[in-house]
């Protein structure tokens, strides 16, 4: 039995009020919060509570000093070198389209080319079409193998002096398998290409080292990280961070304001942080950092990866069940289908035994259409989930099997 040191922090997993347990498998979408962030978040409502970067009082001069931290803390954990590289943003979404707003506009002229996979979140796509559009760049697909897997050969073949921009998944939200980030970063740097990564499933998992990977931006969020919603990350080279211009204007962006123009603006990051931002949610995101930083992030990595070959074996040996993806390179998360059975069918099945996976396109309508399908199952893990959960899935899809015929 594989069971997790953990799981007793989360209030809502040991929530008794279900009559049978409820097992929560959908922790790529998001991580249920351990009992310390919630009462970190609490405490400030209750305590602490006052607006950042503006008054002269102790309440407003202790939330900002909480919140530089927090940046500090933030920059510790993905190894940046300083903590004016860490932009807090709303989430992975906007982290990305903050780059493709400040990045694109000022840095390609039309006719200028942008590398995404086939494997992205629409977070991952969408934000580079849009901006595409507008400047009449062109996007070339860096295409996975059948397994799931991305060649840095491919890669090599789509780079061109136009490259201007390659965005990749650091580990598949559908798939699970870890892409290789920092050779892809070193090969499109060679063409003078930026590099963002999207580490929304990749920071909860392993250690992330974005000065060692070499990347131009790096992008998570807090909700997938035990923090709470509404808070993200975008780490971004020093170059960038001194040279990209801001993209939304308002409050603390500026340094002075005059009329009818000329106003100047701060230095990175609170450039790009126009507004008051949700600080209550990232403080939550620090003592998120704090808790994984307890652990240990390698613990992590080792517990989840247990359990990880525990789950690929009983569900692989599920008859009718089919496995997407590459079974080497999975990490959190396994997704499947039950046999023709649609994946609503299933996931609506399961959550009637009190199993919440997520089903449906994952927002990865092209990787589904690479599987030739328009929806699947997923179950996901965290460093909560145990043996029990695996088994439980596994008894209630025989179930269900039985049950659709
Ligand atoms: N990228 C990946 C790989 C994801 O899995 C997700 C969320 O599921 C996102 C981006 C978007 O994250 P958010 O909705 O928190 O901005």
Request: with cysteine; hydrophobic share 40%; proline share 4%.
């Amino acid at each position: 039995m594989i069971k997790s040191p953990w799981r007793g922090d989360f209030p809502i997993i040991n929530n008794t009020q279900c009559e049978s347990p409820y097992i929560y498998l959908d922790s790529a979408a998001t991580a249920q919060t351990p009992a310390s962030v919630i009462e970190r978040m609490q405490h400030f409502y209750l305590n602490e509570y006052a607006t950042v970067h503006r008054g002269v009082h102790r309440l407003s001069s202790e939330a900002t000093d909480n919140m530089e931290q927090t940046r500090q803390d933030v920059a510790d954990f993905i190894q940046a070198k300083s903590r004016e590289q860490i932009v807090f943003t709303k989430g992975t979404t906007e982290a990305i389209n903050l780059v493709a707003n400040t990045f694109l506009p000022t840095f390609t002229q039309s006719g200028d080319e942008i590398i995404i996979t086939d494997m992205e979140h629409h977070a991952n796509i969408v934000p580079w079409q849009l901006l595409s559009e507008r400047l009449g760049l062109t996007i070339k697909v860096w295409a996975m193998t059948s397994d799931g897997e991305l060649l840095l050969d491919d890669l090599q073949a789509l780079l061109s002096p136009r490259t201007k921009l390659v965005a990749l998944t650091h580990i598949s939200n559908v798939l699970g398998c870890i892409n290789p980030i920092k050779k892809a970063t070193s090969i499109a740097h060679q063409y003078g290409a930026v590099v963002l990564i999207d580490g929304a499933q990749g920071v909860m998992h392993q250690a992330v080292n974005v000065s060692d990977v070499g990347c131009d931006f790096y992008a998570f969020s807090g909700h997938k990280l035990y923090g709470p919603t509404g808070v993200g990350v975008l780490y971004m080279a020093k170059k960038w961070a001194d040279t990209l211009p801001p993209w939304e204007g308002g409050g603390a962006m500026i340094d002075h304001v005059q009329l009818p123009m000329g106003t100047s603006y701060q230095a990175a990051p609170w450039r790009f942080e126009a507004g008051t931002p949700n600080i209550a949610g990232i403080l939550g995101l620090g003592e998120a950092i704090k808790y994984v930083n307890h652990i240990g992030i390698d613990a992590i990595s080792q517990y989840e990866e247990e359990l990880m070959l525990y789950a690929e074996e009983k569900l692989q040996n599920l008859d009718s069940l089919n496995v997407y993806g590459n079974s080497d390179k999975r990490v959190g998360l396994i997704s499947f289908n039950l046999g023709v059975h649609h994946a609503y069918d299933v996931g609506s099945f399961l959550d009637r035994y009190n199993v919440a996976i997520r089903t449906g396109h994952h927002c990865a309508m092209p990787l589904l259409a690479r599987l030739e399908q328009t929806a699947v199952c997923r179950a996901s893990f965290a460093l909560y989930s145990d043996s029990q959960d695996v088994d439980v899935l596994v008894d209630r899809l025989n179930y269900i099997k039985k049950l659709l015929g």
